[in-house]
């Protein structure tokens, strides 16, 4: 499992010594993909993760095809882990039209599904803010550009009010005296967690916006999926953090981040 110090290669996320009042504990995958005949695949799979981690969060990529009977297995799957579940919907899971009410149906298990919204939770003594959206694709660099240029003279955009509202979620983190923000989407944030993927398809795994909303809201770290040939982790253009966690990238079912919690005002 990696750890935010080593898969980026600098000190420890937000710092640590001094100041620092204790650590939140990140479980986090995504691409899970389950299917209705895969019942009983994955919970020897996550049977270690009590005791190892205080949250679970997942970056979409629930379904095989966006079924609700999928979701519900998924939860089934999972029931049981003793800690908070946290997740968004993916691209998969708005396949068959059902991601209303797949996200009341995991709601009704105890989840918190997020789409351009926020949480804060009490784990381990601290407040632990997640906001959280699917994203969507447009690109980085030029095929950002032109993904801009299409909508500016547009009266109302559906992609931009999402991305507005995904903001203000993160905004409100703080202002809930979360101790650490995450932004937990299912598209990539930023290009270099792409690398990898086919330079072709890269425009259709994520979106430069996203990327910028996390650099001005100042989360302290980005967590996504989708990418399923892409690099493990790297940083936006300002520093933070960005962890990739398809599950056919982590090579085992989650990953473990655990971060500390400052003794600082934001």
């Known amino acids: 499992m990696i750890k935010p110090e080593e898969s980026v290669g600098v000190a420890p996320i937000n710092g640590g010594g001094p100041g620092t009042l204790g650590r939140i504990r990140l479980a986090a995958a995504a691409d899970l993909r389950m299917e209705a005949e895969q019942r009983g695949r994955l919970r020897p799979l996550f049977a270690a993760l009590p005791g190892s981690a205080d949250v679970l969060l997942l970056a979409g990529g629930l379904t095989a095809s966006g079924l609700v009977s999928e979701a519900e297995v998924l939860a089934d ?15 998969r899971d708005y396949g068959a039209g059902q991601e209303a009410p797949m996200r009341a149906a995991l709601t009704s298990m105890g989840w918190t599904v997020l789409e351009a919204s926020g949480t804060v939770l009490d784990v381990a003594g601290a407040r632990l803010g997640v906001a959280g959206m699917t994203g969507f694709p447009g690109g980085f660099g030029l095929d950002y550009q032109l993904w801009t240029a299409v909508r500016e003279h547009r009266p109302a955009d559906r992609e931009q009010a ?10 409100g983190l ?4 979360a101790d650490i923000c995450v932004a937990l989407t299912h598209f990539a944030p930023i290009l270099a967690t792409l690398e990898g993927e086919r330079e072709a398809g890269q425009a259709n795994l994520g979106n430069e916006l996203l990327g910028k909303i996390i650099d001005m809201t100042r989360a302290d770290v980005a967590i996504h999926g989708m990418a399923r040939h892409g690099a493990q982790a790297a940083r936006t253009a300002r520093g933070i953090p960005v962890y990739n966690v398809s599950q056919p990238v982590l090579g085992e079912p989650f990953t473990v981040l655990s971060l500390p919690v400052q003794n600082h005002a934001r």
């Open 77 to 91: 799957e999972l029931d049981g882990l003793g800690m908070p579940i946290v997740a968004v919907l993916g691209a």
């Open 162 to 171: 999402w991305a507005e509202r995904f903001a203000w979620a993160l905004v």
């Open 174 to 177: 703080p202002e809930q005296n």
